[in-house]
């Protein structure tokens, strides 16, 4: 498989309800929990293109662009942008979308960073490697 056509096919999306159990003190979505969603979306992300096991190792360029409210859908996409001999990096962002519009628009957005680990958890090569930067 090609790996333009690897990175498109494991690219990774999840929707999710925002419920008034996920606000924080100003009523949109806790910070915290838009990461764990985010990160996850990573691992899986991850380990379908990779089909390694893969821990994340950082996360960098957190940016919280825009509110997320009670009542709208969340849409959390993970795309590999580059790959390196020990390391894979994932863009995350985070769209939402109004319950009952058409309106839609970026909230948040991150770059995570995971390397493949073997079975003492030890860092080793990913198997698919070619750099690319998108």
Do not use: C
């Not at 999840?14 to 990160?39: S, Y």
């Not at 580059?82 to 991150?110: C, T, Y």
């Amino acid at each position: 498989m090609e790996i333009e056509e690897r990175i498109n096919k494991t690219e990774t999306r999840q929707f999710k309800v925002i419920f008034p159990n996920t606000l924080n003190a100003h009523d949109t979505l806790f910070g915290g929990t838009a990461m764990q969603w985010m990160d996850e979306v990573a691992y899986i992300t991850a380990t379908r293109f990779t089909r390694m096991k893969m821990v994340t190792i950082s996360t960098d360029k957190m940016q919280f662009k825009n509110a997320i409210k009670s009542g709208t859908i969340a849409e959390i996409i993970g795309k590999v942008i580059n790959i390196g001999n020990l390391k894979l990096e994932i863009k995350v962002e985070i769209w939402v979308e109004e319950m009952f519009s058409d309106i839609r628009f970026k909230a948040v957005n991150a770059i995570f960073t995971f390397a493949a680990i073997d079975s003492n958890h030890k860092p080793i090569k990913i198997e698919h490697v070619e750099n690319i930067n998108n």
